[in-house]
Nanobody, 120 residues
């Protein structure tokens, strides 16, 4: 499966962005989809994950209550709605598809990443 992340950009602190992850190739609904991010000088970290059907989600503590992950399997797309952004959310965001969980090693497919920059 090929993944294409989009929707990143420059936003002021307190603002919102919605990222999209569009999939092509194999049956998208067969995969759990995760969002990860890598900030400058830091390790990649888990952000959110959504189950194959979309009925189960999990978030990192740092984004809980601010970010919402959803998916539309008919459109082969997963979304990450990000609200109340702050400077610590500045990172390259990646979507991934695979078995699931909070570790990137359980994901087989990765998108190219989309840059999110939050200005204070």
């Amino acid at each position: 499966v090929q993944l294409q992340a989009s929707g990143g950009g420059l936003v002021q602190a307190g603002g919102s962005l919605r990222l999209s992850c569009a999939a092509s190739g194999r049956t998208f609904s067969a995969y759990t989809v995760g969002w990860f991010r890598r900030a400058p000088g830091k390790e990649r970290e888990f952000v959110a994950v959504i189950s194959r059907s979309g009925d189960s989600t999990r978030y990192a503590d740092s984004v809980k209550g601010r970010f919402t992950v959803s998916r539309d399997n008919a459109k082969n797309t997963v979304y990450l709605q990000m609200n109340s952004l702050n400077s610590e959310d500045t990172a390259v965001y990646y979507c991934s598809a695979g078995l699931g969980g909070i570790s990137g090693r359980f994901y087989d497919y990765w998108g190219q990443g989309t840059q999110v920059t939050v200005s204070s």
